[in-house]
């Protein structure tokens, strides 16, 4: 089992649905993060929550809504996305200096 | 503007020989520099790293260099092997409270010849 689990591992959504993305960790990390990947660009970091607090929202549009309940997990609302934010979302959490990252999402919005 | 540059999309090496990937950053608040290796369908996965108060970290088959003043990063992989066909990323942290936010690069992705 990875210290990070992303489900699900693929997910097809029209513009009008509203789905959301699941990370848990079990590496006793304090700190979570969501990262999203798209074709020849670098990762770029959208949320941080540490110790459930986010403390960084990288300007992510509104569509997409963080929650995370607890240090162990980690939530990523979708609403009313738009066909470019198909990309690979991924999960990461740390305690200090290494980030762990899960498998990510597939995401692809019809 | 990409604080971190990966200028090579893609390398390829044959099996055995010396691979080097390299990366270039502006930011010289940056502190520390890791590399990450990611496989088809899988997350990244840390690979080595290096402070900037050190020019050179070593971890068997893998050696990280830092060339603060040309603000330079390169990883050396010797001898390669298939196994370390992978996209490979570059990137860069500077510490705040906790948060280990990471600034990424596009990627290289290498290619072992056998």
């Known amino acids: 089992e990875t210290g990070v689990t992303q489900t699900p591992r693929h997910l097809v959504m029209g513009m009008t649905n509203k789905k959301s993305l699941k990370c848990e960790q079990h590496l006793g990390h304090n700190a979570m993060y969501w990262y999203k990947q798209s074709a020849k660009k670098p990762l770029e970091l959208m949320f941080v929550?540490?110790?459930?607090?986010?403390?960084e929202n990288n300007s992510v549009p509104s569509r997409f809504s963080p929650e995370c309940p607890n240090s162990s997990h980690l939530f990523l609302h979708l609403h009313t996305l738009q066909p470019e934010d198909s990309a690979l979302y991924l999960c990461a959490s740390s305690r200090q200096g290494t980030l762990h990252f899960g498998n990510g999402t597939r995401l692809t919005v019809t | 503007d990409q604080q971190v540059k990966q200028n090579s999309p893609s390398l390829s090496v044959q099996e055995g020989r010396i691979s080097i990937l390299n990366c270039d950053y502006t930011?010289?608040?940056?502190?520390?520099f890791l590399w990450y290796k990611k496989y088809p369908a899988e997350g990244p996965t840390f690979l080595i790293s290096i402070s900037s108060i050190k020019d050179k970290n070593e971890d068997g088959r893998f050696t990280v260099f830092l060339n603060k003043s040309a603000k330079h990063l390169s990883l050396h992989i010797v001898p390669s092997q298939p196994g370390d066909s992978a996209v490979y990323f570059c990137a860069t942290r500077i510490s705040n409270f906790g948060n280990e936010k990471l600034t990424f690069g596009t990627g290289t992705r290498l290619t072992i010849i056998p």
């Open positions: 929550y540490n110790f459930k607090e986010q403390t």
């Open positions: 930011n010289s608040m940056f502190d520390y």
